[in-house]
């Protein structure tokens, strides 16, 4: 099948690319196979290290987006392999890491992985590319392991060690081969451990033998020996989010009390340098604990540690924007990208940068890291920003790259074009934040259809109690104008249900109280900053630093449940009118509540599922996407009135506000709002942020 993407082959790229591949700095080996230079090492002399770095790659091999069907120059592995090349060409001495978060994301990693799912003697596209890319380690992320851990065991050819868990499945490895394919670089993970030995599943880290290009005291150019200690770490709430895949098979150790243990070992196993690939964000004003989601820049104050490459925030750090998240947290340099000292950088997502740790080390009796000459950076694939009319400008994809994954590419694409209804008006998610269900009303509805039919024909017992469903805009903007779900009016294909239900997750069911229903929806409304209605200057709405997949708006069968955010409230008193079918809710009442398997399992930390330790009376079989796309077809013409338009909630109208409350969005689309029963919204700066590319919009709370 022809690529329907407008390519531009950059042959120069792939020219860089196979030189920097070709100067990429000796050897890959493990441990201390390595033949050691012959030149002993002068007292003295100066070696200079490039720790190149992606994180959260989210199986994006090439800038394009599966859901819309068009290509988008800002991400894409093949244009991060040409920032690897150039940085390749501009440091003789390079390290390239990647840091998790790799073999989900896409259409085309659900097509490999639950579609037409690869065979043991295959290898999923990414890996290829990493294979080409000639990547020295990787670490996992929380998304490797959402599709099971027989998948994650084939895909990376590491036998767990774990009972019942083998190589892939009977369809995937019918034979029961012992070594499936792989992309031949060491995969490391130290604190996912067996729940049987409490022993890594993975290497818990690897030692890499490099040879490099150092500068004797006179000057001379020599070759050296350099070993390199690489250890990862996955976010120990995978226990909650990936709960069924994982539970009774493995658990996860803290960030720091992994670290301490195994870093000593790397050192007397003669580690001149060590890289920490931690797949969590930075977060330095809670507390530190075992378990926190975001604990990677603690591992800054584990001894021995000399560069960190984090993620999973998709965030950027350095960042010398004030308004970054980063700014004002205890140790952190934000123009350094420094954490106590220490040199981190997280880049992004979906290959958009490239982190760079520029590290000069010096001879005496042993390789030192020369702290002063330390430098961190982001290297990003856009040239030029957006100006006026004047659209911003990429590095070019390299062909090489692009080429590679071209089958698997065609082949999503046919698979996502698959019609399996038609809507008569767009769905979006671009106002979700301030009342538009457009997209979110025919999951819930899909959602409640699935349980009633289930309970029907298994379990009766439970047609007594009211049905809640749970559904939130995936896809709010985080990573620019492209992030929202758009669904245009017409035809409904695969893609389009995709946008729509963004991730991989399966039905599950809960059982709460009212009570509970408050606090789940009071834990929703800490997506919104607290307003004062009495202050001149511009506020903002959204609280960028939550999540909007954390932004449940719960629906009942009729829009039986209604309720109001009071945002001038502090959080856990924002819920106001809380009805179930015209009266107040009682907090005694039962309820059932369609979710996921990420929320069911504890994932956001919701009152009521937390740790895991929600009342689950159902883990479906089916994965949420399957449950929508069903109803889609049992329900082929979805039309605006019935499937669009009944919102459960709204903001509490407030009597007075003295200055404008504005939020983000797509520049150029009120009239969206507007069809969808958003009236109180207007631009208020219709120029795109050159950062974010997107306009500021105003929401008049007063009605």
Known sequence: MKHPIRRIFALTASATLLAGLAACGGSDDDDDDATPPAVSVPQGATLDVAILGTTDLHANVLGYDYYKLAEDKSYGVDRTATLIANARKQNPNTLLFDNGDTIQGTALSDYQALVAPVQCSGMLAIYKQMKLLAYDAATMGNHEFNYGLPFLSQ?????????????????????????????????????????????????????????????????????????????GFAPPPIMQWDKANLEGHVTVAGWKETAARYVPEMRAAGADLIVALAHGGIDMTTPYNPS?????????????????????????????????????????????????GVPAVQAGQWGNNLGQIKLKLAYDKGWKVQKDATQVQRISTRLTAQSGNTPATYVESDSATQQLVQAEHAATIAYVKTPIGQSQFDMATYYALTGDVSALQVVNMAQIDYLKDYIA??????????????????????????????????????????????????????????????????????????????QVAPQDLVDTSFPTFNFDVL??????????????????SRITGLTYQGVPLDPAAQFLVVTNNYRASGGGDFPGLAGGKGDIVLQAPDASRDVLISYIKKHPVLDLATYGLARSWGFKPLATLAGPVVFSSVPGTLALANAHGVSNVSVYDATPDPVTQLSRYAVDLTH
């Open 457 to 534: 024909r298994n379990n009766p017992a439970y047609g007594a109690l009211p049905i809640l469903s749970a559904a939130a805009p995936f896809k709010g903007g985080r990573n620019g104008p492209g992030d929202f779900t758009f669904v245009q009016q017409g035809n409904i294909a695969i893609n389009n249900a995709a946008d729509l239900y963004l991730y991989p997750n399966t039905l599950q069911v809960v059982r709460v109280s009212g009570d509970i229903v408050r606090q789940w929806l009071e834990k929703t409304a800490e997506q919104f900053k607290r307003i004062d209605p009495a």
């Open 292 to 340: 926190m989601e975001n604990g990677a820049g603690y591992l800054s104050q584990v001894a021995g540690i000399d560069a960190l490459i984090t993620g999973h925030q998709h965030l950027l750090f350095p960042d010398t924007n004030p308004k970054s998240q980063f700014a004002g947290q205890p140790g952190i340099d934000l123009e350094k990208g420094l954490i106590n």
């Open 155 to 231: 895909v990376t050819n590491v036998d767990f060690g774990l009972a019942g868990i083998t190589k892939g499945t009977a369809q995937t490895n019918p034979g029961g081969a012992k070594e499936c394919a792989a992309p031949g670089f060491p995969f490391v993970s130290a604190n996912v451990v067996s729940a049987a030995t409490q022993q890594p599943i993975f290497k818990p880290w690897t030692l890499l033998t490099k040879t490099f290009k150092a500068t004797a005291p006179a000057g001379k150019s020599i070759d050296v020996s350099l070993k390199v200690g690489v250890i």
């Open 555 to 572: 629906y009942a069968e009729g829009n039986a449940l209604r309720y109001q955010i009071d945002v001038t409230q502090p959080k856990g």
